[in-house]
Antibody, heavy 120, light 110 residues
Framework: QVQLVQSGAEVKEPGASVKVSCKAS?????????IHWVRQAPGQRLEWMGW????????KYSQNFQGRVTITRDTSASTAYMELSSLRSEDTAVYYC????????????WGLGTLVAVSS | QTVVTQEPSFSVSPGGTVTLTCGLN?????????PSWYQQTPGQAPRSLIY???TRSSGVPDRFSGSILGNKAALTITGAQADDESDYYC??????????FGTGTKVTVL
């Protein structure tokens, strides 16, 4: 059974950065999978943020984040990371990681989500 | 700016059929957008239902089906059950290798 285990909730001040981790089963970090990051503000729709090819490490991001988001992975730790900088109150949301079998466009397995609250 | 639109809400009777749609402000949705559909209940992570327009994800009952209807992607629930009451999101793959979620549809079964 594939599991994606995300890091715990965070509270950050405006202007700070946050880095959320997503630990997956070891076979995930090959060229055969991508890890996506999706967020959901309270009461709002899902918003796609970006993906990383788990093996090659190449990435693609939504333009909505204007260079504020960086997705990385550490294959030795079987972990992917999403860092969001210059936080503002509108970034308060649950952040999900999810796995896609590369090229299928099926974002099938999801983590439980990490709440990031931005407040002064 | 790409906007993917869905009906805000639908109500369906138990055993009934409902079709949700997913449209694009810049034109028609076709199979080249690889439309996929996700179900989400409050407080839970999304669940994959349909990918690549009409392929059911593993474990998804066959009362869920995907298609292209006219210029939109569509998700049809046939024989709705109480536990189908959820939010449903479509997701489109863009030619820039990015994705965009739809605005979401709240389905009520009553």
């Amino acid at each position: 059974q594939v599991q994606l285990v995300q890091s715990g909730a965070e509270v950050k001040e405006p202007g700070a950065s946050v880095k959320v981790s997503c630990k997956a089963s070891e076979d995930t970090f090959t060229n055969y999978y991508a890890i996506h990051w999706v967020r959901q503000a309270p009461g709002q729709r899902l918003e796609w943020m970006g993906w990383i090819n788990a093996g090659k490490g190449n990435t693609k991001y939504s333009q909505n984040f204007q260079g504020r988001v960086t997705i990385t992975r550490d294959t030795s730790a079987s972990t992917a990371y999403m860092e969001l900088s210059s936080l503002r109150s509108e970034d308060t949301a649950v952040y999900y990681c999810a796995r896609e079998v590369w090229g299928t466009k099926d974002i099938h397995y999801w983590g439980l989500g990490t709440l990031v609250a931005v407040s002064s | 700016q790409t906007v993917v639109t869905q009906e805000p809400s639908f109500s369906v009777s138990p055993g009934g059929t409902v079709t949700l749609t997913c449209g694009l402000n810049s034109g028609s949705v076709s199979t080249t957008y690889y439309p996929s559909w996700y179900q989400q209940t409050p407080g839970q992570a999304p669940r994959s239902l349909i990918y690549n327009t009409n392929t059911r994800s593993s474990g998804v009952p066959d009362r869920f089906s995907g298609s292209i209807l006219g210029n939109k992607a569509a998700l049809t629930i046939t024989g709705a059950q109480a536990d189908d009451e959820s939010d449903y999101y479509c997701l489109l793959y863009m030619d820039s290798a990015t994705y965009v979620f739809g605005t979401g549809t709240k389905v009520t079964v009553l």
